[in-house]
């Protein structure tokens, strides 16, 4: 894993254990536990994105054959 990816990792902890602290002190919230659920996926989407290897395709634009 990549450095913003442990990032992600960490701050998606946090916010679960802030969001259950809050949940036990002042009740169920929600929108809370929605948005824990969005920064969750995101992080699976970074996560399984940074285990993709890169493409080997050129990048647009760039010509890769002889220049006259």
């Known amino acids: 894993m990549s450095g913003p990816t442990k ?3 960490v701050i998606t902890v946090v916010a679960l254990v802030l969001t259950t602290a809050y949940t ?3 009740g169920s ?3 809370l536990w929605f ?3 969005v920064l969750g996926l995101v992080t699976l989407g970074m996560a399984a994105a940074d285990s993709v290897p890169p493409t080997t395709m050129p990048r647009p634009g760039r010509s890769h054959g002889p220049t006259s």
Request: avoid cysteine.
């Open 35 to 37: 948005g824990w659920v």
């Open 29 to 31: 919230n929600g929108l």
């Open 24 to 26: 036990v002190a002042l």
């Open 7 to 9: 990032s992600m990792g």
